[in-house]
Each structure stands twice: as structure tokens, then as C-alpha cells.
């Protein structure tokens, strides 16, 4: 029993220091008990200047109220996702996110233990963004262009397709209001391009542009890169405007909305009411005027379901609603954007390639696409890459797995004896329902908005299979 003890707690110290986050245990009279190797890179000492040692003797800048460690063991009360900002025994400046627990042995309280995610890297980086941000918009007290404005028109969007057309002159039409708008389409459609085109068709074009992919920022630093931060707000905060500040007069446009936290959600509903963004730890807010454009990669009504998205948010920006169809569904825009990205690339390349081939062509309409124009793009690239510097883009200038797919469709076609048509019918309902169900991750609702039919009648097909 003793040595299963001993293998137990040696297995359990091994797998904590594993882990890529820094871990500090301490019992409850302050003594650390455990410490790995992640958290001694944080704050520059080593695991035996810390083992053993009263926190406050190994960290003279804390005291018995600051130390977030001996808070919880005072208090039996977890913290959780406290931003903390410290400069460590070297003299580097670290950016951690901290949650600190309560260790509890039936029910008595006997130590604590504080995971730090360091997020030093990304917060630097944010933090010069916003820095620069602020720092162009108030040279000579006017607004000047910046390299991450915007650069796209309405009339970049290429189509031929009769709804993208339609669409593009909505956005003309909006793109004069203030009115928030909300954007769905499915990733590499073009969502930012559209949002950028309606930014320089409106009165706000020579005012900033912001764009922020709530995917690509931590959900624990996210609300003080949106709404600013105060001195003190947290350890080692500043004062610093946020992205709404900044983007003060023009368009704020936020990605992938559905990535966000719920209750940053209700606090971008607040700003969006009351017009008045107030920074983490200010008592005040500040009067904004901008517009709010939000995008989601997943329909609206499937977020709200999957509680990605908050539907009084969703209600409040929904007030102009864009869809933009896949490329799948606008076929007839292939050849147009073909040759637009062929001319790009080769102004770009020095190359003087003339199309595709038919039988590329022909290729590129059977091929279903899930990257969209983004792919198809990227493709183009791919093929200018691998051509000659005239004649016509071949089949052997195409990506492989484009290829791949094409072999495999063409092996479904191959001849085969006739069977009865029920079975093949059958046969090729599963398939696309399979298909479906693949490229949506198994969302029944999305899955039948592909397939064009109700989703109950999809749920009955899935079940009687």
C-alpha cells in the first residue's frame, strides 16, 4: 500500500510537469510543495529556489494581499482567469492568466494550487497593435490611412451570379446608414472583403477601419483589447484604449463572432445600446460612435442553438442581414474569377499564361469547393506556380488534392451493369446525405440546408437508413 502511495504521487508529480502551463502548489501555511518547470521559466529562478520556501520569501513584491495563493487559502474562494502582469527575478516583463483553487481533503482545506497560462507573446503583440493604432490616428489630429485599413471596394467583388449581384447592390444601398450589420458566410466566401467595400461606399471611409477575428485572441484577453483597460484594473494593467475607441467615427468589424465568450457577448449588447464603451476597471464610460459590423462563419440560427451566440445580440445586430452563398452554389462565377486571379498572378509572376485548359475547367466545376474562393484562389496560385510562362494552365498544374477528388468521382462513374433504379437512387441519397453530414460536422440543420430539403424530412432519412 505504502509503495503504491509513493508511485501514485511520483506518477502524479511527472504528469504536472508535463503540462505546458505553469503550476505552483503551496500547503496551507504558504510552503510550496510543488513546482514545475514551466512556471520557474515565468519568473525566471529554478525549482529548487522556490521548493519548500514560504511564497513571500521567494517573492518579496507580493504580500499576504496581493498574493493570489495565500488569498484562496485565506479565503477557500477560487479565482479564476485573473490577468496578471509582474516582472520577474531576470527583469522580464511576463503576461500570465491565472485560475487559483482551493485543494480541499474532506471538506478541510489544505493547500492551493494556481495554473498560469502565460500569454506573454500574443499580448505584446496585441498591445503594439493598439499602441500604433492609436499612435496614427492622432498624428496631426486627423485620421490617417493605416496598412490594416481597408482596401477593398464593392466593385471587387467578381460575379456574374444574379444573388451576389443583388447582394452587392444592397451593400450600396446600406453602406450610406450607421445601422449595425451582421454577415454570414461559410470561411474564404469573402466576408471581409464585402465589410470593407460597404466601409468605403459610406461617409465613414476616410475614418478608421478595424477589423478584429474574435477567434484569434485569447477569450481571457479579449475584453480589454476590445474595451480598453485602466491603471490597476488588474496586476500590471495601463491605461489603454481598445479597439471601439480606436475605432471611434469609422467600422469595427468582428469575425467570428461565434467565438466569443457569452458574457463579452452582453457587454458588446450594452455598448451597442447605450452607444458608451466603458474600459475594464473604469467607474466611467466614454461616448463612441461607430459601426458595428459582426460576421459568423456558422448560420445564425444553428449558433443561437449551440449557445455560441446570444440571441438578444443576434436580435440587436441583425438589423441588415447578409448571406453570401458558397461557391459551390454561384458556379457560374468560375470562369470570371478564374481569369481575374490568372491576370493577377500573372502581373505578379511576370508570366503570360492565356486560361485553363477545358478539361481543367471542367474539373473545377465538378469539385465541390469547401474552401471556396479562398481555395480556388490559392489554387490559381498553386497552378501559375507550376506552368510554363505562356500557353494554358494542364491538369498536371493542379493541385493534388483536387486531383484526388476528381479520381475518385471519376471512379464512381465508371461502367458498371444496370441495377435497378430504386438501389442506385438509394445509394446515392446516402451518399450525399453522408457527404452532408461530413462537411458540416454532423449539424443536421446545416446538413439539410445543403441538401435543400427540411430538416425534419432529414432527420426521418438519417433514422430509417
Given at each position: ?11 502524479l ?33 529554478t ?44 527583469g ?50 486627423k ?8 482596401h ?100 469595427l ?23 458608451v ?32 451566440l ?29 481569369d ?34 479562398r481555395?480556388?484562389k ?9 506552368a ?16 484526388r ?10 461502367f458498371?451493369?444496370?441495377?435497378p ?20 460536422g ?24
Amino acid at each position: 500500500m505504502f509503495n503504491e502511495s509513493i508511485e501514485t504521487n511520483a506518477m502524479l508529480k511527472a504528469i504536472l510537469q508535463t503540462i505546458d502551463e505553469g503550476i505552483h502548489v503551496v500547503d496551507s501555511n504558504g510552503i510550496t510543495i510543488f513546482y514545475n518547470e514551466v512556471a520557474a521559466s515565468h519568473d525566471g529562478l529554478t525549482v529548487n529556489d522556490v521548493l519548500g520556501s514560504h511564497v513571500l520569501d521567494v517573492f518579496p513584491s507580493l504580500t499576504k494581499e496581493t498574493s493570489t495563493l495565500l488569498k484562496v487559502i485565506q479565503t477557500g474562494i477560487p479565482i479564476i482567469n485573473q490577468q496578471q502582469s509582474y516582472t520577474n527575478s531576470k527583469g522580464k516583463r511576463i503576461d500570465t492568466v491565472n485560475t487559483t483553487l482551493p485543494i480541499k481533503v474532506d471538506d478541510e482545506l489544505i493547500g492551493a494550487i494556481e495554473i498560469a497560462k502565460d500569454y506573454t507573446q500574443i499580448k505584446r503583440l496585441s498591445e503594439k497593435l493598439l499602441d500604433m493604432q492609436a499612435m496614427m490616428a492622432q498624428k496631426d489630429g486627423k485620421s490617417v490611412k493605416k496598412e490594416n485599413d481597408a482596401h477593398f471596394h464593392l466593385h471587387d467583388i467578381i460575379t456574374i451570379h444574379d444573388d451576389m449581384e443583388k447582394l452587392k447592390k444592397t451593400a450600396q444601398k446600406v453602406s450610406s446608414t450607421s445601422s449595425p450589420i451582421l454577415v454570414y458566410g461559410e470561411t474564404g466566401t469573402g466576408k471581409e472583403l464585402l465589410v470593407q467595400g460597404i466601409h468605403n461606399a459610406s461617409p465613414r471611409r476616410a475614418k478608421p477601419f478595424i477589423a478584429q477575428n474574435c477567434a484569434a485572441i485569447p477569450s481571457t484577453l479579449l475584453e480589454g483589447i476590445l474595451f480598453g483597460t485602466t491603471k490597476g484594473s488588474f496586476t500590471g494593467a495601463v491605461d489603454r484604449a481598445g479597439l471601439f475607441e480606436l475605432a471611434n467615427e469609422g467600422t469595427l468589424f468582428l469575425d467570428e463572432l461565434n467565438s466569443m465568450p457569452l458574457d463579452i457577448q452582453a457587454k458588446l449588447l450594452r455598448v451597442l445600446q447605450e452607444g458608451v464603451v466603458r474600459r475594464v476597471g473604469a467607474s466611467t464610460g466614454k461616448l463612441i460612435d461607430v459601426r458595428v459590423v459582426a460576421a459568423l462563419n456558422e448560420e445564425p440560427e444553428c449558433c443561437i442553438e449551440n449557445k455560441t451566440l446570444r440571441q438578444d445580440l443576434y436580435y440587436r445586430l441583425n438589423v441588415i442581414y447578409f448571406e453570401i452563398p458558397p461557391l459551390r452554389d454561384r458556379k457560374e462565377d468560375l470562369p470570371v474569377l478564374i481569369d481575374h486571379f490568372i491576370e493577377t498572378y500573372n502581373v505578379r509572376f511576370h508570366k503570360a499564361i492565356e486560361g485553363v485548359d477545358e478539361q481543367v475547367l471542367e474539373l473545377f466545376d465538378s469539385y465541390h469547393w469547401p474552401g471556396n474562393i479562398r481555395e480556388l484562389k490559392h489554387a490559381i496560385e498553386f497552378a501559375m506556380n507550376m506552368a510554363e510562362k505562356d500557353g494554358m494552365i494542364q491538369m498536371e498544374h493542379i493541385p493534388g488534392h483536387i486531383l484526388r477528388d476528381n479520381k475518385g468521382t471519376k471512379r464512381k462513374k465508371s461502367f458498371s451493369p444496370i441495377r435497378p433504379l430504386r438501389e442506385v437512387l438509394r445509394e446515392k441519397e446516402d451518399e450525399l446525405i453522408s457527404r452532408a453530414l461530413s462537411e458540416t460536422g454532423g449539424n443536421i440543420q446545416q446538413a439539410a440546408k445543403l441538401l435543400k430539403i427540411p430538416r425534419q424530412t432529414l432527420q426521418y432519412k438519417i433514422k430509417s437508413k
